[in-house]
Structure formats: structure tokens, C-alpha cells
């Protein structure tokens, strides 16, 4: 059974960084992972993924901030946040298929984990 759990959330002044971690377990192989996240009285949007070649995609709102890496000899996803604005306020969720969608709908992942927040203070 895939489990995804994420850590790494806190709160921080603008212009800060942080650091979140997404750890697997329960499969053996690759997969496409992704970061999602979703403010209040918004619909959850995609961050960045990582395909299981590697591959990245960012959402333009995050592009030249924010990286989004892997270790898959821990299954661990993690994605680096540095210069956050408060927009990026947000309860963060980690995502996995087995299918390579990239950045796609959230929908398309069949795996969550249960979300760290951000909060990010002007």
C-alpha cells in the first residue's frame, strides 16, 4: 500500500525559505510525484512535479523559487521554497502515480498524502 507522508511546514516571513519532505513507502519502483497545494477558498493547484525520468515542470507562479528534487534511494520527495511571498500560503500536499502526467490535474494522482502547511507573514 502506497503511503505518503509530508513534513517540513512551518510559518516564515517573506522573502524566507523552507524546505518540505515527502517520504514513500509501499512501492518498488519510479513514479511520477508531484507537489500540489490549496489556500483557503481556492481550488488545490498543481506546484511541481518530477516525472520517474526525472523530468520537472513548474507551475509559472513558483518558477526561479522553488525546486523540486528526489531521492529515490530514501523515496523521498522534497521541494526547496526560498523567497515565499505570502500568496504561497497554503496547505501542501505530496502526490504520486505510477503514470507520468507531469504537471497534471490533480485527478490524475492517485496517491496523496495528508498536507503540511505554509504560512508565509508580510
Known amino acids: 500500500q502506497v503511503q505518503l507522508v509530508e513534513s517540513g511546514g512551518g510559518s516564515v516571513q517573506a522573502g524566507g525559505s523552507l524546505r518540505l519532505s515527502c517520504a514513500g513507502s509501499?512501492?518498488?519502483?519510479?513514479?511520477?510525484m508531484a507537489w500540489f497545494r490549496q489556500a483557503p477558498g481556492k481550488e488545490r493547484e498543481g506546484v511541481a512535479a518530477?516525472?520517474?525520468?526525472?523530468?520537472?515542470s513548474y507551475a509559472d507562479s513558483v518558477k526561479g523559487r522553488f525546486t523540486i528534487s528526489i531521492d529515490n534511494a530514501k523515496k523521498t520527495l522534497y521541494l526547496q521554497m526560498n523567497n515565499l511571498k505570502p500568496d504561497d500560503t497554503a496547505l501542501y500536499y505530496c502526490a504520486a502515480d505510477e503514470v507520468d502526467y507531469g504537471l497534471g490535474a490533480s485527478e490524475d494522482f492517485g496517491y496523496w498524502g495528508q498536507g503540511t502547511q505554509v504560512t508565509v507573514s508580510s
Open positions: 518530477i516525472d520517474s525520468d526525472g523530468t520537472t
Open positions: 509501499g512501492y518498488d519502483y519510479s513514479m511520477c
